[in-house]
């Protein structure tokens, strides 16, 4: 919605409380799980609370993403999420074509130029510190691939997002922390499976680079001695904890440096 003189008149939907989000799994959870004592190992399942931690309290992702836990692992889910490959027909079509509507017609009313560069946030889940943007940015450019995209105006497509609902700034103080509406980032990697194969290796590259310079700077900050740069540092590690893991696993795959691990420990 709008106002008179064209501007975004829109509330944005946070995510329900912990003690309504444990509510709800718990129900969906008996309705897809079922059996009990398998409801009772996955609340203890370290997988399943970084999986209820990405949901971030959004019934509809919860009650398409959670059903996928009758068949799956915790940990399988969050490597489906990763890949664009989770079932989202749990609980029947119209559930799946609703939250998948939802976001494509936020994203198909975008500028095309920040339908383009926003598939550069594919790799990202949960959290994205918006004042980095520029140097993840920067990383990109260096590769081949992305030498013909218009980083200058990544800031103007984020606010783009913003504005349709995407992201959301995480307090009404400042808009430079954002968490990404859960169902986004799958979303991004469906667009990014349709690229050129080159275009997903170059962004698996440029991320796990940007975390590996990210993680230096948090490492320094939780050595430092002064208390207030130790409990920044461990502020945005819990924030970056979801991306932070990602640029880990693509280190893993790729054979490469594991020094995002000390950061992660």
Sequence with gaps: MFTADGKANGYALAGVDPEAQSVLAEKVLAAQVK????????????????????????????????????????????????????????GGEERTNNILKCVEY???????????????????????DRADLENYGKQ????????????????EAVQEAIQWGLLSPMSEETDRLLSIQPIFPYFLRTKLWELDGEIREALEEGFKTHYQGLAGQYQQL???????????????????????????KISLVRKESLFIFGCLD
């Design 140 to 155: 990109l450019q260096r590769l081949e691939p992305f030498q013909d995209y218009d980083f200058g105006r990544f800031d």
């Design 35 to 90: 059996d009990p004592q398998r409801i009772v190992a996955l609340r203890k399942d370290d997988g399943f609370k970084r999986l209820m931690k990405l949901l971030a309290g959004y019934p509809l992702a919860m009650e398409v993403v959670l059903g996928n836990l009758a068949r799956q692992t915790p940990e399988e889910v969050l490597a489906g999420l990763q890949a664009a490959d989770v079932d989202l027909n749990v």
């Design 106 to 128: 936020s994203h198909s009313n975008l500028s095309p130029e920040a339908q383009k560069l926003l598939v550069c946030l594919a790799p990202f889940n949960g959290f994205i």
């Design 222 to 248: 939780m050595e430092s001695k002064e208390a207030n740069q130790r409990q920044l540092g461990l502020f945005f590690c819990r924030l970056e904890y979801e991306n932070l893991y990602r640029a880990l």
